[in-house]
C-alpha cells in the first residue's frame, strides 16, 4: 500500500519495508535514489497465543490440535509476513490440515489483534509485534520459510535528502542493529549494503 502511495506521487523521504522487492519495485519504477538502498535487518515469524489461552505451542504441529480451533496469518499474497507463514505451514507439512482453521488478516498488525481479541487461538506474526507482550510465543524456524528481509531506501525528490541518506546509514550499521536485535529483529544475512 505504501509503495503503491509513492508510486502516486506521496512525498517521503525513506521507504521501510519488511519485503525487499517492494522496495525493488520502486527502484525499477526508477523512483528511488541509486546506491541508496540497504537490506538492515531480518524480521522472525513467531506462533504466538494469548497468555490465558488454553492451547500450547512448542511446533507447528501442535496447529494440529483440536482445541486449536482458529489460526491467524496475514493475507500471504500482500503481506510479507503472511507469505512467510504460509511457507512454514507448507515447510512443517501441515498446511492442507490446517486450511479449515486458517483466518486472513489485511496485514501482521490486524492479524496479531485477531489473537489478542481471543477471535482467533494463534497467530503467526512477527516478533518483533509480541516481543514485549505477554503470553504464549513459539519461534518458527527460519528453515520453513524464506528470509524476511527488511530493506530501506532513500526515495526521489526526498524533502530531507541528507538526513534521509544518514538514517538509511543508520539503520544499516552497527548502532541500528543493536537497536533493531533489542526490538527482536535479526541482522540480515547478506551484508547491510547492496
Same mark, same amino acid.
Given at each position: 500500500?505504501?509503495?503503491? !502511495?509513492?508510486?502516486?506521487?506521496?512525498?517521503?523521504?525513506?521507504?521501510?519495508?519488511? $519485503?525487499?522487492?517492494?522496495? *525493488?519495485?520502486?527502484? %525499477?519504477?526508477?523512483?528511488?535514489?541509486? @546506491?541508496?538502498?540497504?537490506?538492515?535487518?531480518?524480521?522472525?515469524?513467531?506462533?504466538?497465543?494469548? &497468555? *490465558?489461552?488454553?492451547?500450547?505451542? $512448542?511446533?507447528? $504441529? *501442535?496447529?494440529?490440535?483440536?482445541?486449536?480451533?482458529?489460526?491467524?496469518?496475514?493475507?500471504?499474497?500482500?503481506?510479507?509476513? @503472511? /507469505?512467510?507463514?504460509?511457507?512454514?505451514?507448507?515447510? &512443517? =507439512?501441515?498446511?492442507?490440515?490446517?486450511?479449515?482453521? /486458517?483466518?486472513?488478516?489485511?496485514?501482521?498488525? !490486524? %492479524?496479531?489483534?485477531?489473537?489478542?481479541? @481471543?477471535?482467533? *487461538?494463534?497467530?503467526?506474526?512477527?516478533?518483533?509485534?509480541?516481543?514485549?507482550?505477554?503470553?504464549? %510465543?513459539?519461534?518458527?524456524?527460519?528453515?520453513?520459510?524464506?528470509?524476511?528481509?527488511?530493506?530501506?531506501?532513500?526515495?526521489?525528490?526526498?524533502?530531507?535528502?541528507?538526513?534521509?541518506?544518514?538514517?538509511?546509514?543508520?539503520?544499516? =550499521?552497527?548502532?541500528? !542493529?543493536?537497536?533493531?536485535?533489542?526490538?527482536?529483529?535479526?541482522?540480515?544475512?547478506?551484508?547491510?549494503?547492496?
Amino acid at each position: 500500500m505504501l509503495a503503491q !502511495q509513492i508510486k502516486s506521487g506521496a512525498k517521503v523521504d525513506v521507504f521501510a519495508a519488511a $519485503n525487499v522487492a517492494f522496495v *525493488d519495485e520502486l527502484e %525499477t519504477a526508477g523512483l528511488t535514489i541509486p @546506491g541508496t538502498k540497504r537490506i538492515y535487518a531480518r524480521g522472525r515469524l513467531v506462533a504466538w497465543a494469548r &497468555a *490465558d489461552a488454553k492451547v500450547e505451542i $512448542n511446533s507447528l $504441529n *501442535d496447529l494440529l490440535k483440536p482445541e486449536i480451533k482458529r489460526i491467524a496469518i496475514a493475507n500471504p499474497v500482500t503481506a510479507p509476513y @503472511g /507469505l512467510a507463514a504460509s511457507h512454514a505451514l507448507e515447510g &512443517a =507439512g501441515v498446511r492442507e490440515a490446517v486450511q479449515p482453521k /486458517l483466518v486472513y488478516g489485511e496485514n501482521v498488525r !490486524q %492479524t496479531l489483534e485477531l489473537a489478542r481479541s @481471543g477471535n482467533v *487461538d494463534v497467530a503467526l506474526v512477527s516478533r518483533s509485534l509480541v516481543l514485549n507482550l505477554s503470553g504464549k %510465543t513459539y519461534l518458527i524456524p527460519e528453515e520453513l520459510h524464506s528470509p524476511i528481509e527488511q530493506a530501506a531506501v532513500v526515495i526521489k525528490g526526498a524533502p530531507n535528502e541528507a538526513l534521509a541518506r544518514r538514517f538509511v546509514e543508520t539503520l544499516a =550499521g552497527p548502532d541500528g !542493529q543493536t537497536l533493531l536485535k533489542r526490538y527482536g529483529f535479526e541482522p540480515p544475512i547478506a551484508p547491510p549494503h547492496k
